[in-house]
């Protein structure tokens, strides 16, 4: 009994130190966050921007190399960065990248339907915590863009993905073969285009094929 005893108290005591010790790290995160908003917006700015030094690394970086063929950048958060560039661009911006930050890898491209145009995302990551998009418009008239697989080989099936669902042609890719769509698939008929050809897909589907 006197030995249950004194692993009650014990328990009791580290429980109150515990306890003890939670409040003080809240109060402490407390009076740094007011602290933090008590300072001048202007230095809380110039803090900010410390923290996306390397965000801003590249862009600038990006900007001083292609020049005028840096359409627009954006930096909303830290982590996080935004480029549209010119098509003719993008190759070289991704080797510059690639020989200056070490990125080579892609998590993925993605596409949008802009009515003339279809805008491709290719989307980086550097270090594993600083996302990098770039951004190139390619216009309905001339859906062509240089595959990029030679820069990025892991590229080789976002390619194969994009160019199924938005018609999009990779010059140079090795292999533009359906990748989810069925085989008998029709040909022009992309489904993430904002005006697919639904009859033709319907008509499809009806056939049982």
Same mark, same amino acid.
């Given at each position: 009994?006197? &030995?249950?005893?004194?692993?009650?108290?014990?328990?009791?005591?580290?429980?109150?130190?515990?306890?003890? @010790?939670?409040? &003080?790290?809240?109060?402490?995160?407390?009076?740094?966050?007011?602290?933090?908003?008590?300072?001048? +917006?202007?230095?809380?700015?110039?803090?900010?921007?410390?923290?996306?030094?390397?965000? $801003?690394?590249?862009?600038?970086?990006?900007?001083?190399?292609?020049?005028?063929?840096?359409?627009?950048?954006?930096?909303?958060?830290?982590?996080?960065?935004?480029?549209?560039?010119?098509?003719?661009?993008?190759?070289?911006?991704?080797?510059?990248? +690639?020989?200056?930050?070490?990125?080579?890898?892609?998590?993925?491209?993605?596409?949008?339907?802009?009515? $003339?145009?279809?805008?491709?995302?290719?989307?980086?990551?550097?270090?594993?915590?600083?996302?990098?998009?770039?951004?190139?418009?390619?216009?309905?008239?001339?859906?062509?863009?240089?595959?990029?697989?030679?820069?990025?080989?892991?590229?080789?099936?976002?390619?194969?993905?994009?160019?199924? &669902?938005?018609?999009?042609?990779?010059?140079?890719?090795?292999? @533009?073969? @359906?990748?989810?769509?069925?085989?008998?698939?029709?040909?022009?008929?992309?489904?993430?285009?904002?005006?697919?050809?639904?009859?033709?897909?319907?008509?499809?589907? $009806?056939?049982?094929?």
């Amino acid at each position: 009994m006197v &030995m249950y005893a004194r692993i009650a108290v014990v328990t009791c005591t580290e429980r109150a130190i515990g306890f003890r @010790l939670m409040h &003080m790290y809240r109060c402490a995160l407390r009076s740094q966050m007011q602290l933090s908003m008590a300072l001048p +917006k202007s230095q809380r700015n110039r803090e900010r921007e410390a923290k996306m030094e390397i965000e $801003n690394d590249i862009i600038e970086l990006l900007k001083e190399t292609l020049k005028y063929s840096i359409v627009e950048t954006k930096v909303p958060r830290e982590r996080r960065v935004f480029v549209w560039l010119e098509k003719e661009a993008l190759k070289p911006a991704l080797r510059l990248l +690639k020989d200056e930050y070490n990125i080579t890898f892609i998590s993925t491209i993605s596409g949008v339907d802009l009515e $003339n145009e279809i805008e491709l995302l290719y989307h980086l990551v550097y270090e594993g915590s600083v996302s990098i998009s770039l951004r190139v418009k390619v216009p309905k008239k001339d859906l062509v863009i240089p595959t990029i697989t030679d820069i990025l080989p892991g590229a080789m099936l976002y390619e194969r993905e994009v160019h199924e &669902m938005f018609g999009v042609f990779f010059e140079g890719h090795p292999n @533009l073969s @359906l990748l989810i769509l069925p085989e008998n698939w029709p040909d022009g008929v992309y489904p993430l285009r904002k005006k697919s050809s639904i009859d033709e897909s319907q008509e499809l589907t $009806n056939d049982g094929r």
